[in-house]
């Protein structure tokens, strides 16, 4: 097992950044939690409440940097022995698609040369299933990072460009290691999208994509990604994280029995799906507003997604969270919050 004396978060009011930076003072880790100096932090306050562990919130070593500023990175990560970079716009829709790209790649390659700079011993990177391309039989497998570029979406080519970066980089000498999560299950800054869904489900439309999605739970990707960082050596290696492959009519099924809907699902035609997702973004056009639904998430809501955690649980020996147990902790949440 490594030591390390000092260990970066970038990303560190973001989803998985939060949830990291809990689990990290939670093993009394020395960290340095990376934000901009206009960063809200009420999301990641919540994150540390919810999981009763308020008390460590007064304990976070806040830093202010702008990752797009590479002298500044350079100057942050002397005496760094680990960096967790989780740092990522994250946006499905078509907007501000230059500017996304551009910070995203940005700001991955600034952090990579830095830690190439100040020689960390160890890089853990969060990538996306958005970069997975390879598919075997219809299941999505990690492929090499050759064949990632297969997309002109812009978020997605911001993964995969991003991802670029730190293949680059491991070329060049830095220890790291990737992982690819699907949909993450958990307290996310998108919690607006979890209670919508409930609220609708609870006023009688239920209805259900027709696809297929994938699944992970917030606590194993933190698990994982820790454990591949600070208790492992791998590098030039990246891992595909999920749980579950299922449909939507199954998710949304899960869902209605912990709501205790007891009402018959209805799936929604693909063609009508598209259409919403058509309305979805001439109406943010007009309300300058991100769409609720867009066309490219139509799209993916329509598809058969299956990914393989077959390479992680074969490394690990790990068994994942189920689907049913993720939405379950995320209902106990919402009740939470409700009140």
Known sequence: MYFYA???LTGSTGFVGSH???ELLKRNEIVIAIKRSNSDVSYTKHVFEIH???ELFNKIQWVNCDLSQFNDVVELFNGVDIVLHTAAQVNLNKTDRKSLINN??????NVANAALLQHVKRFGYVSSIATISNSVNGLRKENSSVEILTTDH???LSKCLSELEIWRSIQEGLPAVIINPSVILGYSRQWNVYTSMV???KKGMLYYPTGKGSFVDISDVVKILLHLTLNTSITNQRFILTSENISYQDFYKHLC???NINKELKPISKEKLIMLGYWGEIISVFSKNEASLSLYTAKLLNKELAYSNEKICDTLQY???PVKESLKKMNDWYKLLST
Do not use: C, G, H, S
């Open 20 to 22: 990291l930076l809990l």
């Open 319 to 321: 068994q994942f969270v």
């Open 52 to 54: 009763d562990n308020a």
């Open 154 to 156: 812009p978020y997605t």
């Open 257 to 259: 029995d912990l709501l």
């Open 6 to 8: 000092m260990i970066a």
């Open 104 to 109: 995203n790649v940005r700001i991955t390659e």
């Open 199 to 201: 609220k609708r489900l």
